[in-house]
């Protein structure tokens, strides 16, 4: 049976990973959140560079998957390259959606919402270049949003207040209202998507790239010519690198198809 490793810095990749069991149920998922080094968008390149290439080389000895999903944009846009230099199975990582959204405003305005560490990079510049040329973009980075969703996957309540403060300052600048696209440029920020939008009375399209993600996945094990169609999922397993294992947090893996959920020491 085909089998996937996705990792992030904590529960985010779990969006990604929603998507790649949508379309593709008898897929294998061992799931790698590196929660001591979380928040990634606070850490600088060369300590994600340091770290994450030698640590996806050890996880694909441990776990032999077929595809590598780094369901991470900040750890997509500055250790791509070094990832797949580390590691035999090909590499996946996640591209902020600054093309569909440049493609379905109306206004002319999209925001960019994510990390401070991925939208600093020159990586999401090239992709505005690109693809956004012609549209006026606002980028925003926010540590709290993630530590939010990370407590709302641990059990815990949201408070629309927090949320409102993070998205404030995007839509109360002189060109906040003309705004009609976000992109989620961060892999936590979809498993807050209902309460993004109870936050905000404008009307926005929020646009992440797990679906997108989830057919890049489909294609890459099709032309490894891996079967994904046929075979038993047997239980997934989740890897929680630090002492993040509480029952809460262990439920919501489960939540997203995990049975066991494994503490690993770093």
Not at 10 to 17: A, F, I, M, N
Not at 111 to 114: E, H, I, P
Not at 229 to 237: E, H, L, M, P, R
């Given at each position: 049976m085909a089998h996937a490793l996705i990792f992030d810095s904590?529960?985010?990749?779990?969006?990604?990973?929603r998507?790649?069991?949508?379309?593709?149920?008898?897929?294998?998922q061992s799931y790698v959140a590196d929660d001591i080094f979380r928040p990634y968008g606070e850490k600088t390149p060369a300590q994600l560079?340091?770290?994450l290439p030698e640590l996806l080389a050890t996880l694909e000895l441990m776990l032999s998957p077929d595809v590598i999903v780094i369901a991470c944009n900040t750890a997509s846009t500055t250790a791509l390259d070094a990832i797949r230099a580390a590691v035999r199975a090909p590499v996946i990582g996640v591209v902020p959606a600054i093309k569909p959204a440049a493609q379905m405003t109306r206004t002319g305005t999209i925001?960019?919402?994510?990390t401070p560490g991925t939208v600093k990079r020159r990586y999401v510049d090239g992709l505005i270049r690109d693809h956004a040329s012609d549209c006026h973009v606002i980028l925003q980075g926010s540590v709290n949003l993630v530590d939010i969703a990370e407590a709302k996957l641990a059990g815990g309540a949201v408070d629309l207040a927090r949320i409102k403060a993070e998205l404030a300052p995007l839509f109360s600048g002189k060109h906040g209202a003309d705004i009609d696209a976000v992109v989620l440029a961060c892999t936590h920020f979809p498993l807050l998507k209902d309460e993004l939008k109870a936050?905000?009375?404008?009307?926005v399209r929020w646009i992440d790239s797990g679906a997108a993600i989830a057919r890049r996945v489909k294609s890459v094990l099709d032309d490894k010519a891996v079967d994904?169609?046929?075979?038993?999922?047997?239980?997934?397993?989740?890897f929680l690198i630090g002492p993040d294992t509480g029952a809460a947090r262990a439920a919501t893996f489960q939540d997203f198809g995990f049975a066991r959920v494994i503490g690993l020491l770093s």
């Open positions: 904590g529960v985010g990749g779990l969006s990604v990973s998507e790649i069991r949508d379309l593709l149920p008898a897929l294998r560079q340091a770290r925001a960019v919402l994510g936050s905000l009375t404008q009307s994904i169609a046929k075979g038993f999922n047997s239980a997934d397993n989740a």
